[in-house]
């Protein structure tokens, strides 16, 4: 392995982790799943995160989203307004006795936007989703992709300084995958929201990521640092370049080693 990684120093951070560890259980019988782990994300960055499974990819996002504490070191996001973080799971998270209307407006209603206002943002998203014949639908109705388009309106209609994404797309077929990745392209290429995004897919994190952070196995500390060599905008079209089949292998390798059997 070449030199160890080293976050490089963004000025001022959206988010930054320092020397980052979580341990799980009692002694003797803990589990090291993370760390010690630096990482700093930059304003209107888009950072993918890599690694093998179980490595403490979804560790490391929960505890950015407040969900769990480190055991040691630190996680800071610094928000200059009183917008959360949001985050989207890759089993949508959406509730499916609320319409579909109902889920978009739930995080205005969280911070108490006026009714009239948050349904017009509500349906700003959804007709940006494609959803808007469905905003009085519930979720049970509606296929895989549409339900995470929910989700993604939802976290987005806060327009969240910070997004967090953890494996998002995992449950979608391999088509239908490309098409809500080359949506969200568009979509963050034109909003700059920080993002911090976690997935299996090495495909996904080329296409969307600034940067591409690849995790150790367990205990998950960042190992390497790529940036996909695709000024921005760029559209899903790099897949087809070979400087990115390119990178994709040299990832792969990577991460091959990582989830080798000791
Ligand atoms: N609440 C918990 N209690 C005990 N162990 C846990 C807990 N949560 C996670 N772990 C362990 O911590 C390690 C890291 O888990 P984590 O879910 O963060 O990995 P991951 O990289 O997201 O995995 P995957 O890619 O398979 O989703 C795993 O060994 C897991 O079993």
């Not at 960055?45 to 929960?62: A, D, M, Q, Y």
């Amino acid at each position: 392995m070449g030199e160890p990684y080293q976050d490089r120093e963004a000025s001022d951070p959206k988010l930054r982790a320092t020397d980052l560890t979580r341990t799980f259980g009692r002694t003797p019988h803990t589990v090291d799943a993370l760390g010690p782990l630096d990482l700093t994300v930059a304003p209107g960055e888009f950072v993918c995160v890599v690694g093998p499974s179980g490595c403490g990819k979804s560790t490391l996002l929960r505890i950015a989203a407040g969900l769990l504490r480190p055991s040691m070191g630190t996680l800071e996001i610094r928000t200059s307004s009183p917008r959360p973080a949001a985050m989207i799971f890759q089993d949508y998270g959406i509730y499916d006795w609320k319409t579909v209307r109902a889920n978009v407006r739930f995080g205005l209603d969280i911070q108490r936007v006026p009714r009239r206002e948050a349904n017009a943002r509500a349906d700003d998203w959804l007709a940006r989703m494609g959803l808007s014949d469905f905003a009085h639908a519930y979720p049970a109705t509606l296929s895989g992709g549409m339900r995470q388009r929910v989700a993604i309106a939802r976290a987005l209609a806060v327009q969240p300084e910070l997004l967090l994404m953890d494996e998002p797309f995992a449950a979608l077929d391999a088509q239908l995958r490309t098409i809500l990745q080359d949506e969200l392209l568009d979509l963050t290429q034109s909003l700059r929201t920080t993002t911090l995004f976690i997935t299996h897919s090495l495909e996904e994190a080329i296409v969307l990521g600034d940067r591409v952070l690849v995790m150790s196995a367990r205990p998950g500390r960042i190992i390497a640092e790529h940036r996909p060599p695709f000024p921005r905008p760029r559209t899903g079209d790099i897949r087809t370049a070979p400087e990115f089949t390119a990178l994709k292998s040299e990832l792969w390798d990577l991460l091959r080693k990582e989830a080798a059997p000791v």
